[in-house]
């Protein structure tokens, strides 16, 4: 049983001066060895936009193993799982699927440095009959569930039961079949779901601007986007006995902050692994919040 804490991603360049020092400003290329002093985790968002070459992993590969036990969870592209799973036919988007794994997911695997693998699914990806099961399962069978560690996240609500509390039946059913973990997000476009369905759990922390979710910042709005949020201490604590019960209840639990603008996913990541009394580097995070005059007002 173990919990691995990191952040959705290391390259942010608002992280300069408040996470990396400023002197690795123009050294991009050493902010990954920087991050894995503090963490041994992180998820990669970048091959949601894009297919990795063979270059791109091997630097990855080559740059992890300079950190013993540090892993990469990677993101399925986006063209699997926002475009050829919308399609009638959803065979095109479980050969991509499989490809990527090829591409992607085994050599990082080979290599001991594979953590997760997240299928985070469109918003407009629903459950509506037998369609979207039949495609969600084409996708899963056609990969190596048993071999890596895969995990879901479901973001629209018609994949929830009744009470809108958990996900639906059927949905449950098909990742524990699967072995795939249901993902377990704060934020505010999911409820915050409990069940567990594979031996490894896998949450997401996306912060809590609800306002400005689902539509654009007005351009007075002092957050850079949605994931500039900061959790505060009273936020995260109750979230404490849920992650011991979920690191109890499974192999591996991982653990990760979206909120990432102005290095905020770094301290709160600190945070947590204080609440759960996982040691790491001490470092201090100046998130340098600029308020507006109006939030001024309010304090």
């Not at 704060?186 to 979710?213: E, M, Q």
């Not at 770094?266 to 100046?286: C, R, T």
Request: hydrophobic share 35%; aromatic share 14%.
């Amino acid at each position: 049983m173990a919990a691995l804490i990191g952040c959705s991603g290391w390259s942010y360049d608002d992280w300069v001066g408040r996470f990396y020092p400023s002197d690795l400003a123009k050294r991009k290329g050493e902010w990954l060895s920087y991050y894995s002093k503090y963490f041994s985790t992180v998820e990669i968002n970048s091959t949601f936009y894009r297919v990795p070459n063979d270059f791109m992993v091997r630097s990855w590969i080559e740059r992890g193993k300079q950190k013993p036990g540090f892993e990469f969870s990677v993101k399925l592209p986006q063209i699997i799982t926002h475009e050829s799973i919308l399609k009638e036919d959803g065979e095109k988007a479980a050969e991509q699927a499989s490809s990527f794994e090829g591409i992607c997911v085994k050599p990082l695997a080979e290599e001991g440095l594979l953590g997760g693998v997240l299928i985070q699914l469109t918003p407009y990806f629903r459950l509506e009959g037998k369609g979207s099961l039949a495609k969600l399962r084409a996708l899963l069978d056609m990969l190596d569930t048993d071999a890596y560690d895969y995990a879901v996240e479901f973001r629209d609500r018609s994949w929830l039961n009744e009470r809108g509390n958990e996900l639906a039946a059927d949905a449950l059913e098909t990742l524990q079949e699967f072995g795939v973990a249901n993902v377990i997000v704060d934020g505010p476009g999911f409820p915050v779901t409990r069940s567990l369905t594979a031996k490894h759990a896998y949450v997401r922390f996306h912060g809590r601007n609800y306002d400005i979710w689902f539509k654009d910042e007005t351009e007075d709005d002092y957050r850079i986007n949605r994931y500039d949020y900061i959790y505060t201490h009273e936020e995260l604590e109750p979230w404490r006995s849920r992650l011991q019960e979920i690191v109890s209840n499974c192999e591996t639990a991982r653990i990760y902050f979206n909120n990432h603008g102005r290095s905020k996913s770094v301290k709160n990541a600190f945070q947590m692994m204080d609440l759960l009394g996982i040691s790491h580097e001490e470092k201090d995070i100046d998130i340098q919040d600029q308020m507006t005059l109006g939030e001024f007002g309010k304090h």
